[in-house]
């Protein structure tokens, strides 16, 4: 149809612009369906296929197919406490009930799955409390550095547990800063250990989510439609309850559904700061894995990856609300002036930030500049010491393999999330499905992927008589990749759902090729989804550690993570968490620098 | 420090090189420092698998056995490898090798404790690894207490001995014994780790089985936990917990005072608390891959480990002590760190059947309280 016209325009342009075209006429040819076909070749590879071996597992018994493995967990009460007696013996469930309520309604006994559950729900909950606020200042108030704010959002996220542990110690404990500030009027709060604790450490890392998630909603909302509903005589909250929340609730609900995941399969960090008492799902694979118990790691991982899965479904029947496109931004107002509840709110939320954010972190920071419990400069000397030394671990070398996987799994994660949301962008239960089943690497146990990494693509396959292996560095990438582009799926999806389709058909048969017009139309409409989830996915393989030890076959390939861990576990610096600490701070600062350039790029991109 | 800790498996991999005769001229005869006369015929690699602390940096135990042995057998080249299983063990990736029936790349495993052994050989019907006692000249060296293979395949090289460091500027009266940590003086004062992922947790929980028996060391942790003990994951957190002045009482290592001194700490602060005057010995051993291509240089590697002359100063590299009577202690090490009266550990006999059954009971009885 446009082959005509692009064809006499070619030769009006530039060589330049007609690679230009070129480049279009062959999108074209490949295609969304081209691309996506691409992405879940990708995912196969290093993802379905690793992991799908091991869950199988659960379904087999002494090498036949058999769901005893599944039913021998469901009805085990450590799992799942009482509704594990109903289901093995369903018809004594009336006797056990009425023989409860005769007891006085004491405690029921929830299990492993319960208690994750609840301690899920908490964290999530605690997320939207602290999400929500950050996303209203940063949405609706202008201030200096509002722009690295945002972009700084997304550092808690690479942060190692064992790291956040030692922030979180410092800030909270016994004898921590808060307690030192709150000591100067009378108070003192024990939370070492505690439940509250253990949700707090969930909000830091999980809280940005919220946030970040509905800044980019917020991004695209219609200023035309808020001020029509204003001359209509609607005041303001109404205004945005009728016009800007249901734009906004698709993206909330998508970080909702991700916090929750999230905290359902939390694992280092409870167990760091909470200890075994508080010990989740995800705990009990690991320790099942490191016990080579494979089978019932695998049962506990289906149903851990069914529950996210049905939640991500049930997710989906909402991301699609219908919208108008964006013709102008919701202009915003100075965060300085006479006072109003919402810049009390903001002022709130910075105090909250304060505590929450800035303490752990300074207190991890100060941790690498002490030793013994004096101020020293042993632990970068430390450091210095394993730049300069032969057979370390070198800081530079793992920033520099850090950046670069990173950039390569932004490459690769962006396509295939927008592929992705491209085409499951769609009514239907097939689509809802297929939808639900492309967010698994997210849904599915990290420890579980680690061992399926291991098994298929480290000990390779035998294929028509080829020995057939992935590792090394394009395997961290495409692992990285398939960790990271579900968050691009989810910011982006849900705007593409309002894009609006009219002015893409428009610029089709003006005599643009699908493939331009999703450029120069739809795509700067989602773009600020898009450059949230690039900022996801960089963070995701910034912080990503099991995968990448896993597929790295060459000592040479580690990372900012690894390197940390490995002075964690070196004998010479003994108990001593300093120069594991230094890295983190080395960590922190290549983070958050990266994350500014990168939004920064990805600003001057957005329109 | 934390041998099975997840943390450590921070490893990417060295040499994939296989071990054997890769041919070439330059044949030479040598007598390895162990004693052993070998001949080599060629340049030949040995491959070893490990953790990665063990290799880590230029003054690693593993730097220097590479380098002495090395100069000791010309034309050997001793190329470091550290599997990662994706869980705690780095051994899990041999086993799973074998069951899969992938490539075994290495000729030697070094890092293996009792419970590791154990659990390779529920795993796997034919033996991953050979049987080389009688083969080694410095065998009859290692320490009685600390011998824990009854089939000769595994030789520990090194040893840590478990016990809690409590802070006696804190503590008025340290406790002394198992029943006095149920004390209420001491509620909430001990931090100890998971014995499903951490090595001081695993050993801690065995020392405990040890003390009160099978039949009784779930009551005696069911007080415990009563008494307001923390499980938590690893010993870094649990160490970091106790340094940050959270609890006065830590399950470590028995060469916390040297680390202390290095650092021109208060050693007041790291009182060693072994119990009943007892500490659990957690022997580290290595044995030799029955795929190996190199069986015979692996065993003489195996036995240049034990020898007086690596014993002297590779467990100290790794912080722990010498698994032979003919290795010492020197400097800090010497001054400050402290062997238990009465060292105390499982055999793997003892274990054989009993320690994962013991640990998941354990688990259990801690997540539900």
Same mark, same amino acid.
């Given at each position: ?65 058999? &769901? ?5 967990? $469901? ?76 972009? &700084?959002? @997304? ?31 009378? &108070? ?21 989510? +919220? ?14 439609? @808020? ?33 929750? @995941? ?18 989740? +799902? ?83 920071? $100060? ?62 239960? &097939? ?42 560095? @394009?395997?961290? +990438? ?89 002075? $964690? ?39 | ?136 000249? *410095? ?70 089985? *040890? ?5 009784? =060391? ?23 917990? =106790? ?26 602060? =790291? *009182? ?46 790794? =912080? ?48 539900? *309280?």
């Amino acid at each position: 149809m446009d082959r005509g016209l692009g064809a006499t325009r070619r030769t009006a342009l530039s060589r330049l612009g007609g690679a230009a075209e070129r480049g279009y006429a062959l999108a074209d040819r490949i295609g969304a369906h081209g691309a996506f076909l691409a992405t879940l070749a990708v995912l196969v590879v290093v993802f379905y296929y690793p992991v799908g071996t091991v869950l199988f597992t659960a379904f087999t018994e002494s090498g036949r197919v058999s &769901l005893a493995p599944l039913w021998a967990t $469901l009805t085990d009460p450590f799992y799942f406490g009482v509704l594990a007696g109903a289901l093995a013996d369903p018809a004594g469930a009336p006797a056990a009930v009425r023989g409860w309520i005769d007891a006085g309604f004491p405690a029921v006994r929830t299990g492993l799955f319960g208690w994750t559950a609840y301690l899920a729900v908490l964290g999530t909950g605690a997320a939207v409390l602290v999400g929500l606020p950050g996303a209203y200042v940063l949405a609706r108030y202008e201030f200096p550095g509002r722009e690295t704010v945002r972009s &700084l959002t @997304v550092v808690p996220f690479v942060l190692p547990a064992i790291m956040v542990a030692v922030g979180f110690t410092t800030m909270f404990g016994t004898s921590g800063a808060l307690n030192d500030v709150l000591g100067l009027v009378g &108070l003192h709060v024990n939370v070492a250990f505690s439940v509250p604790l253990v949700v707090a450490a969930l909000t830091f890392y999980n809280a940005p989510l +919220v946030t970040r998630f509905v800044v980019a909603a917020a991004d695209t909302v219609d200023a035309r439609a @808020v001020e029509t509903a204003r001359t209509l005589g609607a005041p303001r909250w109404r205004a945005f309850r009728d016009v800007v929340a249901p734009q906004l609730l698709p993206s909330f609900l998508a970080a909702v559904l991700l916090v929750f @995941v999230f905290d359902f399969m939390a694992f280092p960090i409870v167990l760091a700061l909470g200890g075994l008492r508080l010990a989740t +799902v995800e705990v009990w694979i690991y320790s099942l894995a490191g016990d080579l118990r494979l089978g019932e790691a695998a049962s506990l991982a289906v149903l851990e990856t069914a529950i996210t899965l049905a939640l991500t479904y049930a997710y989906l029947r909402y991301e699609r609300t219908e919208g108008a496109a964006r013709a102008a931004r919701i202009e915003r107002v100075p965060l300085v002036g006479p006072p109003t509840a919402g810049r009390l709110l903001a002022a709130g939320y910075a105090l909250v930030a304060l505590v929450l954010y800035v303490g752990p972190l300074a207190s991890m920071v $100060l941790e690498s500049l002490t030793r013994g419990g004096h101020l020293s400069a042993a632990n970068y000397a430390f450091l210095l010491a394993q730049q300069l030394g032969t057979g370390g671990t070198q800081p530079t070398v793992a920033v520099r393999n850090s950046l670069l996987f990173a950039a390569g799994a932004v490459a690769l994660a962006v396509p295939m999330g927008v592929s992705i949301a491209a085409i499951t962008n769609r009514d239907g239960r &097939l689509a809802r499905v297929g939808g639900a089943l492309l967010m698994a690497p997210l849904a599915v146990s990290g420890v579980v992927t680690g061992i399926g990494l291991l098994q298929a693509l480290v000990f390779g396959v035998d294929l028509f008589g080829w020995h057939l292996a992935v590792t090394g560095p @394009v395997a961290i +990438v495409a692992a990285h990749a398939v960790g990271g582009y579900p968050f691009v799926v989810r910011n982006v999806a849900p705007l593409l759902a309002r894009a609006n389709r009219d002015l893409a058909a428009a610029a089709r048969t003006l005599g643009a090729g699908p493939a331009r017009a999703f450029r120069d139309v739809t795509l700067p409409f989602v773009a600020p989804g898009v450059v949230a989830g690039a900022a996801f996915a960089f963070a995701i393989s910034v912080g990503e550690f099991n995968a990448t030890i896993v597929l790295a076959r060459d000592p040479g390939w580690y990372t900012m993570p690894v390197a940390l861990e490995r002075y $964690l576990s070196n004998p010479s610096v003994g108990p001593y968490l300093g120069p594991a600490a230094a890295m983190g701070t080395v960590l922190l600062a290549v983070t958050a620098a990266s994350f500014v350039v990168v939004e920064r790029l990805g600003g001057r991109w957005e329109p | 420090m934390e041998r099975r800790d997840y943390l450590r498996a921070a490893g990417a991999t060295g040499a994939l090189g296989l071990a054997g005769c890769l041919g070439g001229g330059g044949d030479t005869e040598t007598t390895s420092t162990s004693g052993t006369t070998g001949t080599t015929s060629g340049d030949r690699t040995l491959t070893v698998a490990t953790y990665q602390s063990y290799v880590d940096g230029e003054d690693s135990p593993g730097a220097w056995l590479k380098e002495e042995f090395e100069a000791a057998n010309d034309g050997v080249t001793v190329e470091w490898t550290t599997p990662s299983g994706g869980s705690s063990s780095g051994i899990n990736e041999y086993i799973q090798r074998a069951k899969q029936g992938a490539e075994i790349d290495a000729d030697l495993y070094v890092g293996l404790n009792t419970g590791e052994l154990v659990r390779i050989d529920e795993e796997l019907d034919d033996p991953l690894f050979a049987t080389v006692t009688d083969a080694l000249s *410095h065998a009859g060296d290692v320490k009685e207490a600390l011998t824990v293979d009854p089939d000769g395949r595994a030789l520990p090289y090194d040893t840590g001995y478990i016990t809690p460091v409590m802070d006696a500027t804190v503590l008025d009266d340290v406790p002394t014994t198992f029943d006095d940590l149920l004390d209420p003086a001491y509620e909430g004062d001990l931090l100890a780790e998971n014995a499903q992922s951490s090595d001081t947790g695993e050993a801690f929980l065995l020392w405990s089985i *040890h003390e009160k028996g099978p039949d009784g =060391y779930l009551d005696y942790w069911r007080d415990l936990l009563d008494n307001g003990v923390r499980v938590l994951d690893t010993w870094q957190a649990a160490y970091n917990a =106790y340094t940050k002045g959270e609890a006065p009482m830590v399950v470590s290592y028995s060469t916390a005072q040297v680390y202390a001194a290095n650092n021109g700490e208060d050693l007041e602060k =790291y *009182h060693l608390g072994f119990l009943d005057e007892q500490g659990y010995a957690n022997p580290e051993t290595a044995a030799v891959f029955e795929a190996s291509d190199a069986p015979d240089l692996a065993a003489s590697f195996l036995d240049f480990m034990l020898s007086a002359d690596a014993q002297n100063v590779v467990p100290q590299k790794n =912080y722990q002590y010498p698994a032979t009577t003919t290795g010492s202690l020197s400097g800090n090490f010497a001054k400050y760190a402290q062997e238990p009266a009465d060292p105390v550990t499982f055999t793997y006999d003892e274990l054989a059947g009993n320690v994962t059954g013991w640990i998941e009971d354990w688990a259990r009885l801690v997540a539900q *309280h």
